[in-house]
Each structure stands twice: as structure tokens, then as C-alpha cells.
């Protein structure tokens, strides 16, 4: 839906504005979930497993159920509801079996948190420790123990996954595209290397926090830190098997989410509870502790690469296996799985391709979406890899890069064509590349490596990521005139610190004609009052509700001339609107304002007509499909946003220390509707995207234990992490189904940052490091031994990969 | 239980309070001053930041008895007056908030570093927000916010085109 309006006449899209949210939030005013008292609320805490696996011989609550002040107790056995998004593979609290560390076992409702907290104590479980399956690759194995003997039991969205019962796959994700084996007789090289990240915790500042209220006749009320209000209630109706319109869910503002919050949580274990206490509002806020453990992170992945290419350096054929680390319940893995094979050669064109794709069930805290949905992971060995193969066929990396980017005419993996208005990969390459001066030193830089003794080292690394979200997705936007001719406009996409709020403010006021002073759009969400939307997650916010907050402004518009041109006595097609009033063209002292139709347009003599004005809008995702289960093919991309990352690093050869210069951040962001939101996702992104580059991961012991769940254990980084430059760069091709030509932008900042660290540090000494983070000492490791390290699962067989890399030369071809 | 009295933002509070109970706990649950966020609850996170007798502190690791006596500010002290002040006004202008949930301790972080340095350098805002954690901006906005609070920003961050 591009709007053709010369930039030149717009006056609110792509122009600063500050967001509508801030004052709220800077005068402390702004409401969480979190600072939430409802009268005769309680407080729930949890009792967690501290076993990987286990089997529950018994739980004895007689204490907790005594002691003054407790309302409730809850443990498994007594809930009988299964909860799932694409595999309902979870009860609300463990039964029988603990499948990870930090696994909810029981909870309490008490009149306090202290009381709450001093039951969860009492209670007493008895656990018989079994030998938990840790790394997805041991999960594989046919002796391994089952983490869902009954998954071929569970029901599953079949449209889009394939669970294998009788083993630890959750999911297995296949494409194929042309002939690979064929491709790589064909080639001059291969190169065939392994690259492996850990788990990584989100880190919203709020952690998760949920009120729910299980009223009389199973009406429940839900006030939760969700991203997504109506998926979290339909999940929630399937546990519960209740309808649709007994459940209302409210999501007032949200301390962060990052994908982490996405789906559903603790609220069917608030609701048990609630329910239990005889309707009583229940209060569960997790711990930063529980954050890390009971609640989901980001699944660790193992990305195997083989590559056929050329002697002119084209790539021919790629074959690509990842092992995604689901944990112990499939949750978005198995979606993740799915999204990062489909994009899984990256923004390059490969015409002959193998992605096997698995969701492998282990006993660890269990995975789920987060910023990015698989595309950061797999990233950063895609990146690297092109890194790795340029270097062993004598090529510039990034001349190796341009010379395999989708360009229009491109097929995508699945069978996708590129076109010019898909976006450019080469643009964005092209903008990092001048940004950080890839390829040379300055006369500054060779002074200050003088001076500090530091070496310096530049890279340049591309990335793409399209919506991952099924063919139907929908939202819709109402947009109603108050009284004042103001406006007010509902929607259910949430804004939890993105912006997009701001930027559809700005896109209503644009297509009304008014200022945006005149435009709301109402913070909290409501299922029982606000339109549908599926999810908040993928980057799909902006372009999707964009598109639907353009319709409801343009649907209102419709409705207001209608009842204007009755007024006025005239054909629609005469009038014209300014901010104040719809006018006729050709005679505009004959008007009527909004304000005198806002509510309904009065006659003189009392005679009335039209009523309050309301506008729809929906927008539904035009022209997707299902993918072939067998071969990956169809078409499962909205819109592709590419971008590029350049980074100059500089590091101390003798210690493995660094510190990162600048980043340069590219995007083809389509059209820029606020420039300030598009460079405060592109920092903050990107800077997040280095927290997992540099020191963030989950730290198991050989039990499953995990040993980190705290910011003391598990850094993130600090104002000190910084880059000490930092660029933001647009690139706008506008996209042609896209409000006023926006794509997302909202998860990419964060993709391939890793790889444009590992890249500067291996151009600047040569250290080959194939797995992240990247901490000083693994750094200091490579320079020195030139091999991997591992200690993500102490003295896991496997280390973190089986890395060294695998270049054959093909004889045939030398003449 | 314990009688305690404490002036918050100028005003005379009086509680009656359990001696386990943090000052966090007690701003939030039992005065209701609910801009002071709790990120962590052992003193990681820097979210709970408040001043208290000009120092700044973590909330979630001083126990509300220890507080007796003391003056307070929070972060609904910033715009008492019915208007931003220019540290809130800049991170308005600058989106320096996104959540918005390190905001209140940010801004009371910032609040102690301008009393000592009504002018610091980008390095010394980068030491004084150290520890105060923001997962959604990357600091770099709130930097540019403060330097333009204290007049030290001629370039506004414009976003470029390539
Ligand atoms: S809540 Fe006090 S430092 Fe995190
Ligand atoms: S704005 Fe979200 S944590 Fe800082």
C-alpha cells in the first residue's frame, strides 16, 4: 500500500517525533503489570525442580496448607490441562517427571509474598534423579532417554511440523531446491565447517508478571506483561477448553518482552491458582532467577555448513543441517526451526540447496522466540562460513559476499523471486562497507595501532530475515472521532518499547490531514474491547497494523464525506478536508467541521443524521502459502528486510582482549517513518546482538544444572559496552505492499552482529573462532592454539563444535 | 512491626512497617509510589535507583527501617512541578526511552551525576549510567540526552541515508 506521496508533501511520516509513551514513562506514571494491587489480591510463588531430570515419587503440601495466610496450593497431579503453541507438548505444573532444571513443580497463593514464599518452603518433594539427555546431538542417539515418551500422543499444527515419536525430534524442517550433490561434483571447492552458540537468556527488564482473576461461571480476567493478547488467550481457552468470550486478557505496559513474552506463560498456572482461592486475584511475578530458568530463553543451535563454489566464486550448492536445542518443551523452537530454514543460506543466491532442519528435545529450560526468531544464531555461522570459504579460495570476503547476493532475478530458497522492490542486499553491504572503510587503515587507525600496540580489524557482514508468521495472519486497526473531532485508535498489536505506537500515530495523522496532537492511540490492550491481532512479534507490526491504521483512517474519512455531502447538499467526489473541516472544492466557504459530525451532524432544526464516527481497518497478509512439507517450497515471506553490519574492532594479540571501535548498522527499511525509532531499534539491537557476541550464555554443569541464572553470572552489556562510534544508516527501497513503503526493522539490528565481531577479530590475527561468545580468554585460546573451546556443557564430549574446517580443492577442475 | 517516618519528594510519610521489608517494597506496595521498578532485587540491575540524604542507592538492598529519619527522592519527584524537567525533556526528545522500565532509575542516576558534574564528558555519563542496566536502547540515545540536557550537543543524532 504504498502511498504516493512525493516525500517533499509529507509531513509527519519520516519526519522526527517523539514518542507518545515517553512523558508517562519519564514522570514514572506509566502502569505495569508489575505495579498492579487489585483488592483481595494474593500472591503466588513457585517451587521449582533443582534436577535437570526426575521422577516425582511424591509432593507433601500438609505444611504449606497449614501454615496462616495460605489460600491455595497447587501441584500437577491435580491439573489435567495440556498447554502448547504449535505442539501442546506442556502441563501447567510437572507430573510424574521434571524435564528441565527450574521446572515449576508446585505453587502457592497467600495474602503475602513473604507467607507465599515461607509455604513454598514446606512443601516437601520427593524426587528419584534420573540421568538428564543434555546436548541435542547425544538426544539423537537411539539409546537416548526419551524427553516426551508421548509425543506421538500430542496434538501438533500439521500444517507446518513434523514431530517424530519415538525420538527426541520435536520437529524436522526439509528443503530442497535443485540438485546439491550435483552442485558439488560441479565445484572447484568445498568447505564444510560447524559453528555452535549457547542458550541466551532475553532479559527484559520486567521480568514476567501475571494477575489473573478466575471469576464466577469461568469468567477470567487476565492482566499479563504478554506481547500478544489474543494468541495468549486462544492458548489459553485450548488448555482450558473454555470459550473464547469468557476470557478477557489486558496488557497495560510492558517492561520489555524480546520475543520472551510472546506466547504464554505463567498465566494458566495464576489462573489454578486463582481458581483455586475461590476467585481471588492472584499475583505471580517471577524472580530474575526464574526468568532464566522457568521461564524460556533462546535455544542453543549446532549449524553445519558444506558449501560447492566455483572457481569464479560463485556459491553452487550448500547443504545445511542445524541441531536447534528445543530444551524440554517445543514452544516457537519448532517455528524457529522453521523460519531459520527457509532464510538459512542468508541474502545470498544459492541455487542449489539441502536445509535439514531439526527441533531436538533436551532436558535444559526450554526455547522459545527471541528477538531475531533463529536468524541471530544461525547468522553467525552463515557468516562466518562466507568468511571462512572467501579466505580459502583466495577472495576477498565481502567481494565474495556481493558477488552472491540476491539481486532482482534471484530465486530465494524457496523458490522465491527476488524483484528490484524486494529490497537491496548490495546497497547495504556497499553503505557498511564506506561506513567503517573496510579493506584499508587510515592514517588514524595506523597511529593508533602504533600507539596502543592493539591491532586493528575490519569486517563487513549482510543479514536478511523475513515475518515468520503463518500465510493468514491478520490484524485490524478502529479509529474513532471523539466528540472534539479528535481521534482515538485501537489495536492489539502491543508496543513493549518498539515504537511502532509512535510511528502509526504518525501515519494516521499523515492520512487524515490533521496534527497529530489530534491523534491517540490507546496504550493498553484489551481482547474484550480492541480488534484482533495474531501476534506481536517478527517485525510484521509496522507493516501489517501500518496498513490497517491506514484503512480505518481512510475508512473514516469515507464515512465522515458521506454525511458531509449530505449536509452540504453535494457529491462526495466535490469534497475536500483540511484538519478542521471537509469543505466543497470548488466553493470552500460551504463546509462543515469534523467536530459538528464527530458524533453525528446536526440539522439546524434538530433534524439529525450520521452518528458517532467510527473507521475499520484490516489488513490480512496478501498471497502467502503453506510450505511443501517435502521440499520447502512456497512462498512464506511478507516482505524481506536486508541489512549489513560493518565493525572495526581492535585487539590486544597477547591477552585476547578488544574493544569494539564502530559499528555501522545498515537497513533497507523500506520508507523510514520515524527516524529517531528506526536508529533506537538499530542501537539497541545492535548492542544486544553484541551482549550475546561477547559474554552472554547459559552455563550447564553435567547434571543440567544451570550455574548461571543471575546478572552477576550471565553479563549484560552496560553503558561500558558500548561501541565507541556507533552509526545508524537507511537504505529505502520502498516496499510496494508496505505503509507509505515501511518494512520491519524491528529484530534485525540484532542479526549477524556476532559474525561481524568474529570476522574483525579473524582479519585483524587470524583467530579462527567458530563459537560464541566470544570472551577474551576463548579469543586469547584462538590466537594462541588456533582451536576451539568449549565449556558451555563442562566437558561435554562434543565441546561446542567439531570444528576444524573441512576445504577440499576438487582435482578434476584444476586445468 | 516498626513505626518509621521518611519525607519522599518533600513530603512527610508515617508507616507502620515490618522490619524485613525493603525500602523498595515499601515505596512500591505500601506508600504506592510505583516509578521505582524492581529488575533484579539483589542490587544488579540498578532499576530500583533512588536518593536518599543525596546519595544515590538501590532501593532493593536498604531495608525500610534504615530509612527512618531520611530525605528521599524518586523519580515522581522529577516533574512535581507539573512540567519535565530538562533531563526528561531531553530523554523525550532523544527517545531515550523505550520500556521505559530502567527509566526512573536512570533518570535519578543522572539526577546524582549532574549534581557532581553539571557538565560530563561522554566518558563520565558512560562511568555514572554504568550500573544501571537498559536492554532496548543501547545507552547511546540517553548519552546524547543527557549531553543535550547539559547543552553539549550541537548535532542532533540525525538518522543517515545511504
Ligand atoms: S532491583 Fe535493585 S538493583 Fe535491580
Ligand atoms: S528502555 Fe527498556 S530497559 Fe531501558
Same mark, same amino acid.
Given at each position: 500500500m504504498l502511498e504516493q506521496i512525493p516525500a517533499a508533501e509529507l509531513r509527519?511520516?519520516? @519526519?522526527?517525533?517523539?514518542?507518545?509513551?515517553?512523558?508517562?514513562?519519564?514522570?514514572?506514571? =506509566?502502569?505495569?503489570?508489575?505495579?498492579?494491587?487489585?483488592?483481595?489480591?494474593?500472591?503466588?510463588?513457585?517451587?521449582?525442580? $533443582?534436577?535437570?531430570?526426575?521422577?516425582?515419587?511424591?509432593?507433601?503440601?500438609?505444611? +504449606?496448607?497449614?501454615?496462616?495466610?495460605?489460600?491455595?496450593?497447587?501441584?500437577g497431579e491435580e491439573l489435567d490441562y495440556r498447554v502448547g503453541l504449535y505442539v501442546v507438548d506442556k502441563a501447567i505444573l510437572a507430573r510424574n517427571e521434571v524435564r528441565?532444571?527450574?521446572?515449576?513443580?508446585?505453587?502457592?497463593?497467600?495474602?503475602?509474598?513473604?507467607?507465599a514464599q515461607k509455604a513454598v518452603d514446606l512443601i516437601d518433594v520427593e524426587y528419584e534423579v534420573l540421568k538428564p539427555v543434555l546436548h541435542p546431538l547425544d538426544a539423537l542417539k537411539d539409546d537416548a532417554p526419551l524427553v516426551h515418551p508421548n509425543l506421538g500422543e500430542y496434538d501438533y499444527m500439521e500444517a507446518a511440523f513434523t514431530p517424530k515419536p519415538g525420538t527426541n525430534i520435536a520437529n524436522h524442517t526439509k528443503l530442497r531446491k535443485g540438485d546439491v550433490e550435483k552442485a558439488f561434483e560441479e565445484a572447484e571447492w568445498t568447505i564444510e565447517r560447524e559453528y555452535t552458540n549457547p542458550s541466551v537468556q532475553h532479559v527484559p527488564m520486567e521480568t514476567h508478571v501475571a494477575i489473573v482473576k478466575w471469576g464466577y461461571d469461568d469468567e477470567v480476567t487476565i492482566w499479563s506483561s504478554a506481547q500478544s493478547p489474543f494468541t495468549l488467550r486462544n492458548l489459553f481457552c485450548t488448555a482450558f477448553r473454555l470459550p473464547h468470550r469468557n476470557v478477557r486478557v489486558i496488557v497495560p505496559h510492558v517492561g520489555g518482552g524480546f520475543g520472551g513474552k510472546a506466547g504464554i506463560g505463567i498465566e494458566p498456572l495464576v489462573a489454578v491458582l486463582s481458581k483455586k482461592a475461590g476467585g481471588a486475584p492472584v499475583k505471580l511475578t517471577a524472580t530474575r532467577e526464574q526468568e532464566f530458568s522457568l521461564l524460556p530463553c533462546r535455544s542453543q543451535l549446532t549449524y553445519r555448513i558444506k558449501t560447492g563454489v566455483s572457481k569464479d566464486g560463485k556459491i553452487l550448492g550448500q547443504k545445511m543441517t542445524m541441531y536447534w536445542?528445543?530444551?524440554?518443551?517445543?514452544?516457537?523452537?519448532?517455528?524457529?526451526?522453521?523460519?531459520?530454514?527457509?532464510? +538459512?543460506?542468508?541474502?545470498?543466491?544459492? $541455487?542449489?540447496?539441502?536445509?535439514?532442519?531439526?527441533?531436538?528435545?533436551?532436558?535444559?529450560?526450554?526455547?522459545?522466540?527471541?528477538?531475531g526468531f533463529g536468524h541471530v544464531e544461525f547468522h553467525w555461522g552463515l557468516e562466518r562460513h562466507m568468511d571462512l570459504i572467501a579466505r580459502a579460495i583466495g577472495m576477498d570476503p565481502l567481494e565474495f559476499r556481493k558477488r552472491n547476493a540476491l539481486r532482482e532475478g534471484s530465486t530465494s530458497l524457496t523458490g522465491e523471486k527476488i524483484r528490484a522492490n524486494t529490497g537491496s542486499i548490495l546497497k547495504c553491504l556497499e553503505a557498511a562497507e564506506s561506513a567503517v572503510g573496510y579493506?584499508?587503515?587510515?592514517?588514524?587507525? @595506523?597511529?593508533?595501532?602504533?600507539?596502543?600496540?592493539?591491532?586493528?580489524?575490519?569486517?563487513?557482514?549482510?543479514?536478511? @530475515? +523475513?515475518?515468520?508468521?503463518? $500465510?493468514?495472519?491478520?490484524? +485490524?486497526?478502529?479509529?474513532?472521532?471523539?466528540?472534539?473531532?479528535?481521534?482515538?485508535?485501537?489495536?492489539?498489536l502491543t508496543d513493549y518499547g518498539q515504537g511502532t505506537y509512535t510511528s502509526i500515530a504518525q501515519m494516521i495523522a499523515e492520512r487524515l490531514g490533521f496534527p497529530i496532537q489530534k491523534v491517540k492511540i490507546a496504550f493498553e490492550s484489551d481482547t474484550d474491547h480492541d480488534p484482533y491481532d495474531w501476534q506481536t512479534v517478527a517485525s510484521k507490526g509496522l507493516l501489517?497494523?501500518?496498513?490497517?491504521?491506514?484503512?480505518?483512517?481512510?475508512?473514516?474519512?469515507?464515512?465522515?464525506?458521506?454525511?458531509?455531502?449530505?449536509?452540504?447538499?453535494?457529491?462526495?467526489?466535490?469534497?475536500?478536508?483540511? =484538519?478542521?473541516?471537509?469543505?466543497?472544492?470548488?466553493?470552500?466557504?460551504?463546509?462543515?467541521?469534523?467536530?459538528?459530525?464527530?458524533i453525528g451532524y446536526c440539522y439546524p432544526n434538530g433534524n439529525s443524521i450520521g452518528g458517532p464516527l467510527i473507521g475499520v481497518g484490516r489488513y490480512i497478509a496478501q498471497g502467502l502459502t503453506h510450505l511443501d512439507k517435502d521440499t520447502g517450497q512456497g512462498l512464506p515471506a511478507l516482505d524481506w528486510t536486508y541489512g549489513a553490519h560493518g565493525m572495526i574492532v581492535e585487539v590486544d594479540e597477547h591477552t585476547g582482549e578488544y574493544n569494539v571501535l564502530k559499528v555501522a548498522s545498515v537497513f533497507d527499511v523500506g520508507k523510514v517513518i520515524n527516524p529517531d525509532a528506526v536508529r533506537g531499534q538499530a542501537i539497541g539491537g545492535m548492542l544486544q546482538g553484541l551482549g550475546t557476541a561477547t559474554c552472554e550464555g547459559y552455563i550447564y554443569d553435567q547434571e543440567g544444572h544451570l550455574l548461571n541464572p543471575s546478572f552477576t553470572d550471565n553479563k549484560i552489556p552496560t553503558a561500558k559496552d558500548l561501541p565507541l562510534e556507533v552509526e545508524s544508516i537507511s537504505v529505502e527501497t520502498p516496499q510496494i505492499d508496505g505503509p507509505y513503503g515501511a518494512r520491519g526493522v524491528g529484530e534485525h539490528s540484532m542479526i549477524a552482529v556476532a559474525a561481524a565481531l568474529g570476522n574483525a577479530l579473524q582479519n585483524a590475527t587470524g583467530a579462527q573462532i567458530t563459537h560464541m561468545p566470544l570472551r577474551f580468554e576463548d579469543v586469547w585460546r584462538a590466537i594462541q592454539r588456533r582451536e576451539p573451546v568449549d565449556n558451555w556443557i563442562t566437558k561435554s564430549p562434543y565441546g561446542s563444535c567439531r570444528s576444524a574446517p573441512e576445504v577440499q580443492r576438487h582435482q578434476q577442475q584444476e586445468c | 512491626m516498626k513505626r518509621v517516618q521518611f519525607t519522599i519528594n518533600g513530603d512527610l510519610y508515617e508507616r507502620e512497617i515490618h522490619e524485613?521489608?525493603?525500602?523498595?517494597?515499601v515505596l512500591r506496595e505500601e506508600i504506592g509510589l510505583t516509578g521505582t521498578k524492581e529488575g533484579c532485587g539483589a542490587g544488579e540491575c540498578g532499576a530500583c535507583t533512588i536518593i536518599m540524604n543525596g546519595v544515590p542507592i538501590n532501593a532493593c538492598l536498604v531495608l525500610a527501617v534504615e530509612a527512618d529519619g531520611t530525605e528521599i527522592e524518586t523519580v515522581e519527584g522529577e516533574s512535581k512541578s507539573g512540567r519535565l524537567s530538562p533531563v526528561q525533556e531531553a530523554f523525550d526528545r532523544h527517545h531515550a526511552v523505550q520500556c521505559g522500565f530502567c527509566t526512573p532509575g536512570m533518570l535519578m542516576t543522572i539526577k546524582d551525576l549532574l549534581q557532581r558534574y553539571p557538565k560530563p564528558s561522554r566518558e563520565q555519563i558512560i562511568e555514572g549510567i554504568e550500573g544501571n542496566f537498559c536492554r532496548c536502547t543501547g545507552y547511546e540515545q540517553i548519552i546524547e540526552a543527557v549531553l543535550d540536557a547539559t547543552g553539549q550537543l550541537?548535532?542532533?543524532?540525525?538518522?543517515?541515508h545511504a
Open positions: 509527519y511520516v519520516g @519526519k522526527r517525533t517523539p514518542r507518545i509513551d515517553a512523558k508517562e514513562k519519564l514522570t514514572g506514571q =506509566a502502569t505495569y503489570v508489575s505495579d498492579m494491587v487489585l483488592s483481595g489480591m494474593l500472591y503466588a510463588r513457585v517451587k521449582t525442580s $533443582p534436577h535437570a531430570r526426575a521422577r516425582i515419587v511424591s509432593i507433601n503440601t500438609e505444611k +504449606a496448607r497449614k501454615l496462616p495466610g495460605v489460600r491455595a496450593v497447587v501441584i528441565h532444571y527450574g521446572e515449576a513443580v508446585a505453587a502457592v497463593a497467600a495474602d503475602s509474598i513473604e507467607i536445542d528445543s530444551g524440554a518443551y517445543a514452544d516457537y523452537a519448532v517455528n524457529v526451526t522453521r523460519a531459520s530454514g527457509y532464510s +538459512a543460506g542468508g541474502p545470498y543466491e544459492i $541455487p542449489n540447496a539441502q536445509v535439514d532442519a531439526y527441533t531436538i528435545y533436551t532436558n535444559k529450560p526450554f526455547g522459545t522466540a527471541y528477538r579493506g584499508t587503515l587510515t592514517e588514524a587507525e @595506523k597511529a593508533r595501532q602504533e600507539k596502543t600496540g592493539m591491532k586493528i580489524g575490519k569486517a563487513v557482514v549482510g543479514l536478511h @530475515k +523475513a515475518p515468520a508468521m503463518p $500465510p493468514f495472519t491478520a490484524t +485490524a486497526v478502529i479509529l474513532r472521532m471523539n466528540e472534539d473531532s479528535t481521534v482515538t485508535a485501537t489495536l492489539s501489517l497494523s501500518g496498513n490497517a491504521a491506514i484503512l480505518a483512517a481512510e475508512d473514516l474519512l469515507k464515512n465522515a464525506y458521506e454525511i458531509a455531502a449530505q449536509a452540504l447538499r453535494c457529491q462526495v467526489v466535490d469534497l475536500d478536508h483540511d =484538519a478542521e473541516k471537509i469543505f466543497i472544492r470548488h466553493h470552500p466557504e460551504s463546509s462543515v467541521t469534523f467536530r459538528q459530525l464527530a | 524485613h521489608r525493603t525500602l523498595l517494597h550541537e548535532e542532533k543524532g540525525e538518522i543517515k
